[in-house]
């Protein structure tokens, strides 16, 4: 009994050595991203990240819910993927509490025009195309009155509709079409407001066809990196953020989509 008691004993202590001597297993950080532009500059992020010891792994998702699920759930540490007014109604909407730990990239939204190259060029009565969902619709009109050319109800925000108007002195026409078909809408209308994903699918350039676009600080143009409340402060989760905000993330965008999208740190 002694004999086996000892044999047992040196095993679990060579075992208990060889594990304290091995290499320490290797941590992984799973970051989850729409599939597109958001998953292509993460898995830039991630190889820059390999260099400086930090192992990420990139998640991609299909629609916009199940990345925050994911997160919320444990089944991915960190997201990349959405602006803050959307993940400040997630946390509404379900329950939970995801933060923001930096900022990501920016995709802003644009008026656009085939046909005119400055804003008061645009002629009275002009047909301004906008998107016909609620969101994007009053992004679209909130875009105007920043630019100044109509005046919206005080205080409405991105919830802006038609009918929030108070001034459109040029008695702009607007036209409520399908966000994804915007661009198509160029050739027979004075101007568009086109989200940033649908400018890049259809191949516009900002620098050359834009005639005004969102300031670099509005909130659904913001994209944020995302994690769980409480675990916003880890070492390797700060570590991401700064490789993520890095000047080599910089050369990226530049490189991959010149003027579509730009950094927003």
Do not use: W
């Amino acid at each position: 009994m002694k004999l086996v008691s000892k044999v047992s004993l040196l095993a679990f202590i060579t075992v208990v050595g060889l594990t304290g001597c091995g290499e320490k297993e290797e941590s992984v950080i799973k970051v989850g991203a729409t599939v597109g532009p958001h998953a292509q500059v993460v898995e830039a992020v991630a190889k820059q990240a390999e260099q400086h010891g930090l192992k990420v792994q990139v998640i991609e998702f299909s629609d916009y819910v199940t990345p925050n699920a994911a997160l919320d759930d444990g089944s991915i540490d960190i997201n990349s993927y959405q602006h803050q007014p959307f993940l400040d109604s997630f946390n509404q909407n379900h329950g939970t509490e995801l933060v923001s730990i930096g900022r990501s990239i920016l995709m802003r939204m644009g008026l656009y025009s085939n046909k005119y190259r400055t804003l008061d060029a645009l002629p009275e009565k002009a047909r301004i195309a906008i998107p016909n969902d609620p969101t994007n619709g009053g992004r679209g009109l909130l875009l105007l009155a920043d630019a100044g050319v109509i005046t919206l109800k005080e205080g409405v925000g991105y919830a802006a509709m038609l009918t929030d108007v108070v001034d459109n002195p040029k008695q702009f026409e607007f036209i409520e079409v399908d966000a994804a078909q915007l661009p198509r809408t160029l050739d027979d209308v004075e101007a568009a407001a086109i989200t940033m994903n649908y400018v890049m699918s259809s191949g516009l350039d900002p620098q050359k066809q834009s005639i005004y676009l969102e300031s670099t600080d509005a909130p659904l143009a913001v994209m944020v990196i995302a994690t769980r409340k409480g675990e916003e402060t880890k070492p390797e989760y700060q570590q991401f953020v700064e490789i993520f905000q890095s000047q080599e993330t910089k050369a990226f965008l530049a490189k991959q989509f010149g003027s579509t999208i730009e950094a927003a740190f």
